[in-house]
């Protein structure tokens, strides 16, 4: 589906575009390249190329998957595109040994299947190849720019992404921060509420128009309000509301 001029939703389980584990994946086209934020979980990721298919676009023009952290929806597709087209994966340097050999439990496949997020059969399939990603990286596609901006708490290699191409100017937030300022915070090794408290004010410095998580609703203007009702909601007492509740 397209979102606005240069970029697309290409998967989402929720909607109902690609498979049902599959979080929200985003395409953004410079005209020349492309680029994919997060790669969903590699099951049925012909329904990917088909709906990018479908807009007219050639998925031979992929340049690079850019992975928001190594979670089972975002990153077990990683191998399928990177073996199909020769995409370039990247990844946060934290995650790059997790996504060429974590395994299930390493990753927190295992606790999310334990809790009925995922049937007991799905297995997270590693990367080849990955390249690293460290804070404040910026990447140039045409007339794409993208920098990248850790922000520890989902997990410790969690990345947002803000990427601009003509009129668009977004945040790929993944699990970070999902719209109405939901924070990923989960009860799971390397979820930790103090690194949300240490490194999501980051994003106080990042008013973007759209505001793209990885699951959930989306919007394309007036982002800096969702981050900002998360910052406050960081300053109570209370823990925050989180994803999954
Ligand atoms: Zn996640």
Redesign the pocket.
Known sequence: MRLCENLYIVGSGEYGISHRYD?SIYLVDTGDEMIMVDSGCGIEPERIIRNIEAEGLDPQRLAAVFL??C?Y??AGGASFFHKEFGTDIYVSSVDVDLLLSGTDERI?LCTAKRSGIFDSDSHFSNCEEAKPLKDSDCFTYGDLSLRVISVRG??PG?VCFRVSVGDFDGLFT??TLLADGTI?L?NMDGSSLKDFRDYLPKLENEPSDALLP?HGVFTLSNAYDHIVKALEALKNLAVPRSMLE
Do not use: F, I
């Open positions: 979080c928001t952290h979670h929806d975002h927190g989902h997990s969690s993944g699990d990923g989960l990885g």
